[in-house]
């Protein structure tokens, strides 16, 4: 039997799952060095999580942000 405990969210597989991406994953989707990945973020419009020194993108915003600059 599954323990349930207060205020904790269930995941379910239909529920879409926090996933966060490096400056290393950035790159290699997008095809760049990991420099020119690092790069955007420091940029003010991408959606950047700074995590004690190090930096992440939620990869829901990534993909957003991707979306919204396509040409």
């Not at 799952?17 to 419009?45: H, N, W």
């Amino acid at each position: 039997m599954e323990k349930i405990i207060e205020n904790e969210i269930p995941a379910t597989k239909t529920e879409e799952e926090i996933v966060f991406l490096t400056p290393m994953d950035v790159a290699k989707i997008i095809g760049c060095s990991v420099q020119a990945a690092r790069e955007l973020f420091y940029r003010d419009d991408f959606p950047t999580i700074k995590v004690g020194k190090n930096f992440k993108v939620m990869k829901s915003a990534f993909i957003d942000w991707c979306r919204e600059r396509r040409v």
